[in-house]
């Protein structure tokens, strides 16, 4: 499960990546989810990548804090398929209309948390003893 949540990690810090070199893009490629089916899948994979830091964070390097990223994903997954296509139409257009810092800042945090959960999710340290 460690490995499945580092990879996720990844995946999340290389998203906020192509929004912080290239908002323009993930503007682009945030439009295809701009759907029905596309908050849906965005909702759960929310949901599952939360899950997934809650069950992994036990034997971690930091299993506070994938427990409580996990739990804010859950919460944002939930609320992406609550809100619905118009509330995510009118998320979008208001990142959109944003000046160029604003636009990489979310982006940004999203590049630190992925980052971050894929150190945490790391096997704890266990330092070598000596004989």
């Given at each position: 499960m460690k490995l499945l949540a580092r990879i996720l990690g990844v995946?999340?810090?290389?998203?906020?990546?192509?929004?912080?070199?290239?908002?323009?893009?993930?503007?682009a490629v945030s439009r295809y989810s701009?759907?029905?089916?596309?908050?849906?899948?965005?909702?759960?994979?929310?949901?599952?990548?939360?899950?997934?830091?809650?069950?992994?964070?036990?034997?971690?390097?930091g299993p506070a804090w994938l427990r409580f990223?996990?739990?804010?994903?859950?919460?944002?997954?939930?609320l992406t398929l609550l809100i619905g296509v118009g509330g995510s139409r009118a998320v979008l257009?208001?990142?959109?209309?944003?000046g160029p810092v604003l636009?990489?800042?979310?982006?940004?945090?999203?590049?630190?948390i992925?980052?971050?959960v894929a150190n945490a999710a790391a096997p704890a340290y266990r330092p070598v003893r000596a004989r």
């Amino acid at each position: 499960m460690k490995l499945l949540a580092r990879i996720l990690g990844v995946f999340v810090a290389a998203v906020g990546l192509l929004g912080v070199v290239a908002p323009d893009r993930l503007q682009a490629v945030s439009r295809y989810s701009d759907t029905s089916l596309g908050l849906t899948v965005v909702g759960t994979f929310r949901i599952v990548f939360g899950i997934v830091l809650v069950l992994a964070a036990r034997g971690s390097r930091g299993p506070a804090w994938l427990r409580f990223v996990g739990f804010i994903a859950v919460v944002a997954g939930v609320l992406t398929l609550l809100i619905g296509v118009g509330g995510s139409r009118a998320v979008l257009d208001w990142w959109s209309s944003q000046g160029p810092v604003l636009k990489r800042l979310w982006p940004g945090l999203a590049l630190v948390i992925g980052l971050s959960v894929a150190n945490a999710a790391a096997p704890a340290y266990r330092p070598v003893r000596a004989r």
